[in-house]
């Protein structure tokens, strides 16, 4: 049997990526059991987050080159 999946409303997740970015003495274990979800579902939401900031980084260099003067 699957479980069924969870959808965690947005603010929720950014809360938790928040509690994560600013615990740096806690282990992802320990925030995700005391926000009651899942590791797996955290480093899901850790990972995606990562990526998406790298990727406006990328992006917004991207930009001020195109828009550097030479």
């Known amino acids: 049997m699957v479980a069924k999946r ?3 409303p947005p ?4 809360d938790a990526l928040d509690l994560v970015h600013s615990s740096k003495d806690r ?3 320990d925030i995700a059991r ?3 979800i899942h590791l ?3 480093r899901n939401w850790v990972r995606d987050d990562k990526a998406r ?3 406006l980084v990328t992006r917004s ?3 001020a080159e ?5």
């Open 40 to 42: 797996e579902t955290l």
């Open 66 to 70: 195109r828009f550097s003067w030479h």
């Open 11 to 14: 603010e929720f997740k950014r």
């Open 61 to 63: 260099c991207g930009v």
């Open 53 to 55: 900031r790298e990727e």
């Open 6 to 8: 969870k959808n965690y």
């Open 34 to 36: 005391s926000l009651g």
């Open 27 to 29: 282990s992802l274990t």
